[in-house]
Structures are given as C-alpha cells and as structure tokens.
C-alpha cells in the first residue's frame, strides 16, 4: 500500500488492521518528543524497520502481553460474549489485567496502563494486534472488529454436528492450537511480566519461523547473541542471512545521513526562536551544535561508502518491498545527502541546506511549519524533536527479547 505525504490535517480513512495500527503509532509519536517526524521520513523508517523487527512496535512494552491479548481473547469465546457486549466486556478484561498486574509490577516495568487504569486509551489487544499476526499466533486476517462480528460464527462451527455425532465442517481458528493455557485464575489473579519457559520457548519458535531472515527472529534463535548495543548495525552477528545484512547495511547508511537533517532541523528552531521570540535556547543549541559535530565525524569517516551507497538505487528497492516512497521524500534525501556529503563540517551554516529543510518542513505541513510561519513557533515548547540516531524499533525490540531470555537466566 502507497502512504500519501503527511498532511496538516487528518482525514478519517478506512485503513485495514496493518495500517490502522501504523495510524495508532503515529497518533502515539505525538505523546513522544523523541518520535516525532517533523521531515516526513516516517515512511522510509518503518519500511525499514517492517523488515528488521516485523511484529514489534514503538508502543509496545513487553513480551508477554503477547500471550495476554490472545489469553482475554479466548476467555470471551468461553464465555459466548456476542459482538453487542465485544467491546465493553474487552476493556473489562484488560481493565483487570491491569489490576492484577499493578499488585506485582512497579511503575516502570512495562505495564500497559499502569497510571491511567481504567481511563486508558490505547488498549493491549489494539497495541499488539498486529504483532500477533506477524508472529502467526492470530492465524486469521481479521481486524479486531472484524473479529467481533465473526465470534459467534467461530462458536458455531466448533459445535455443529451431523446426524452422526461429526463435525459438519472443519472449524476455523482464529488462534494458534500451541498457544500456551494461561495461568489459573486470569486475568484476575495477581499476574507477573515475566514469562515461564513453556512460554519463552513458544514465543521463540513463532518469531523464529514466521519472521525468518530478519533481525528479531536471528536474535531470537540465538539469544546468546550480546544485544547490549545502541544501534542494530553494531551487533555480532556471525551467522546473519544476506537478506538481513543487506537491510542492515541500508538501515545504517540512511540513519547514519539523514541524522545530521534532524539535527538540522531542532538548531535552526532554536535559533528562530531566540532571535523572533527572545526564547533563551542557547543551552539547547549547544547541545545540538555538539550533536551535528559528532554526526559530522560520523560522516567523514564513512564518506566514501556513504557515497557509493548514495550513486546506488538498491536502498529504495528494499524500501519498496514494503511501502513506496514518493519521488518528493527521495529527492530530499538525495538533495540533503547531497549536501552533506560535500561539508559535513559546514552543514550547520549552510544555508542551502537550511533552505532545504526549511523547504520541506512547508511541503509538509504548510501553516503550521515552525521555521516558516510565527504562529506555529510560538506553539513550540523549547524542546527538540527526535533526538538521536533512527534505530529502527531496537529499543522495543530488545526489551521484548530480554524477556524471552528472561527465565533461561531465572
């Protein structure tokens, strides 16, 4: 499917469960400074991302909701709840879970709705919906709601016999038969994040042989792998497939380049905001000043191989596996690239490259560009946007495979 520019406004789209899930994410990034896409290269990003960590999310916590949601799942088939009660009784069930889990976890461990409880927005089955699929442990194409409708149907068929006593027809399943029993009294019992082994090693063997040849099920067949590295590049991988080296390879090149745009982008807004606003940002611009000097060291150093990669078409080849991208977003990466390449020391008083940024900042949003139009700078809470290099979901990523390996060390 081909994602249209970002708008400054949003349309409501009948999106299938993949792309609903992609709007539940980019409506989440506006919760995280540290996800926002102010230059529109979200959707390069995830095309990258889809083929290294396929199934994880940037909203995603831990792995045992992954056994969770299908668990609540299958208490409500038990319980013949009709798709009037679906929803209702849904958040009920994850309402308790998160009671349940509260009585054992802290704060910070992970727990989906630890503070808002009740209130919460973004329930687990939405969050981790998707991911399901990918693993192969939903083993139908259905949205959730496509899926309350379909419950009934589901019950039928498992009960329907002939004159005989046999089935009438081979029942559907919208779950995998492996899929662990969960523990007694879920999910009203005080429940754990931690998984068992028997649950470890299910989740392994699904990741492993529905995602094979990416990075998250060659982690998850060797979880002796050391994953204690900030960027997925860096990681030892003696045994990776070419397929996963040859994401891996256009995913560091385009992190390593389109880095220093990003940085770019929160300098020239706090200089914007100093000079028409009389904002104090000079430690912000400091810091930010230090940030494009290291990207620069970073650039000098691979510039050559930054060079033949960028005279290459192969990284929108692999881009386009997953989602095209337009000709708008590959020409500014090309233009800044570009740029970047020829002075990376000199990029933060280029003003072509300012221009360029500046550019596309209006291309995207219009009205409400920071560097073009007041009114929006004046929106603006000093803070700068996606700080640090793209990493393509490894944070997520690693703390769902530390889990999996959680109970080997247990």
Not at 133 to 159: C, D, H, K, W
Not at 174 to 190: C, N, S, V, Y
Request: proline residues 5%.
């Amino acid at each position: 499917m081909s994602f249209p520019e970002p708008q400054s406004q949003f349309g409501w789209i009948d999106y299938n469960e993949k792309d609903a899930q992609r709007m539940r994410e980019v409506l989440a990034a506006f919760d995280d400074k540290g996800t926002i896409d102010s230059l529109g290269l979200g959707v390069v990003r995830d095309a990258i991302a889809d083929q290294l960590m396929p199934g994880i999310s940037t909203i995603q916590t831990r792995a045992r909701y992954f056994l969770f949601v299908p668990w609540l799942c299958r208490a409500m088939e038990a319980d013949r709840v009709g798709p009037a009660q679906f929803l209702q009784r849904l958040r009920q069930l994850e309402t308790s879970l998160i009671e349940s889990l509260r009585e054992q976890q802290d704060p910070g461990d992970g727990v989906i709705g630890y503070r808002a409880r009740e209130r919460l927005s973004r329930l687990p089955s939405s969050i981790y919906w998707n991911g399901l699929g990918v693993f192969g442990i939903r083993q139908m194409a259905v949205s959730i709601n496509e899926y309350r409708g379909l419950l009934p149907r589901l019950a039928m068929q498992a009960t329907e016999r002939d004159d005989d006593g046999e089935q009438t027809a081979r029942p559907r399943h919208l779950w995998d038969k492996g899929l662990p029993r969960p523990p007694a009294g879920f999910p009203t019992a005080p429940t754990m994040l931690q998984l068992t082994a028997e649950e470890s090693d299910y989740l392994v063997g699904k990741i492993s042989a529905q995602c094979h040849g990416t990075l998250i099920a060659e982690l998850a067949r060797d979880l002796s792998i050391d994953r204690d590295r900030p960027l997925p590049w860096e990681l030892a991988l003696p045994n990776a497939p070419p397929v996963l080296r040859e994401v891996l390879f256009h995913a560091r090149n385009f992190s390593d380049l389109v880095y220093g745009a990003q940085v770019l982008y929160n300098l020239l807004l706090a200089r914007r905001a100093a000079k028409l606003l009389e904002m104090d940002t000079e430690a912000l611009q400091e810091e930010l000043v230090d940030e494009l000097n290291n990207w620069s060291a970073i650039v000098q150093e691979r510039n050559r191989t930054l060079r033949d990669w960028l005279d290459s078409e192969s990284f929108w080849l692999v881009v386009e596996r997953v989602a095209p991208a337009s000709m708008r977003t590959r020409r500014f990466v090309h233009t800044w690239a570009g740029l970047a390449l020829a002075d990376p020391a000199g990029i933060q008083s280029s003003k072509a490259a300012e221009s360029l940024i500046i550019e596309r900042e209006v291309a995207l949003k219009g009205k409400l560009a920071r560097l073009k139009e007041l009114r929006a700078l004046e929106n603006w809470n000093g803070q700068a946007f996606g700080r640090g290099q793209m990493t393509f979901r490894w944070g997520n990523a690693q703390r769902i495979l530390d889990d999996l390996q959680f109970h080997k060390e247990a």
